[in-house]
């Protein structure tokens, strides 16, 4: 009965992908840390950019109205944060509040953090590239010291949150640590688990609504609970009140609202940057264990 139940969702995802989400497929990857012209307008004006449908500033306004982070102190930590658009959605479309999150990331973070999204098909592409980011004496290997000296956070909506699992699995199978992985409403594609957390991720947070076409996955467990903690499974409602979803179809909306309702979630978005801010973010005396007092940069 599983089974059968995973494969109508699967279908019935399919489908809504191909017929409720505009665009082909063509875009694999979105490296936001060396941007083109195009993309830098787009990190640089994600909070400030008036051309951004009103339903997309609407969930980024809770974390556009934190205060910046001064990149350039050391206070904050070296990381790779990956993540993973889902259906059939490309990796730049900007009418999906995560694309442009990786953008408001690498624009909060600067140059101690790099940032990139895939679409869900894409994992081979991003393990590649992220072993090659993580390899930094390009000698085609990584050492143990290369593995462990940048924090790995992933993150992803729908079937790109069972890539976020699937992901870390292949991260586990090269024995590189992950830091943090999220899950937005993730729906798991055949042949995947986005419920059993591999034992190489230290923490997990799920996030999940139980309504619509395609409900998300309710609860995720650790593999081994000695090495990964869950963080939670937070049920998300909205059946009391409504969240501005103008930036998908009226399909989309009327057929899967609340799947993308939490998508479109300000409160998910910014309780997400708290947890990666508690990863990268380093304490006072972090800094000063870094920069000793007395010492000057040049």
Known sequence: MAQLRELRICILHSLLGLFL??????????NLSSPDR???EIITGVCQNRSIATALKEALRLVCSRTPVEAASGRVRKAVIVGFVGGFVKSDDTKHPEVLFA??????????????IFGNRNGKLALKETIRRLDKNNDGRLSSAEKTQVRIILYGHSWGASEVLAFAREL?????PVALTIQIDSVKKLGQDDRRVPANVTKAVNFYQSRGVTPGQPQI??????RTTILGNFHMTYKDHQINCDNYRWMSRVFNGPHHQIENDPQIWDRITSLIDSELLRTNT?????FPVGSSLR
Request: proline share 5%.
């Open 221 to 226: 467990v650790p593999a081994d609970a000695t």
């Open 286 to 290: 972090e800094i000063q264990v870094v």
């Open 38 to 40: 195009r993309e830098a």
């Open 172 to 176: 586990q199978m090269q024995e590189i």
């Open 103 to 116: 953008s408001y990331l690498q624009n909060r973070y600067g140059s101690a953090v790099q940032v990139e």
């Open 21 to 30: 989400i505009s665009g082909p497929v063509i875009t694999c990857a979105q």
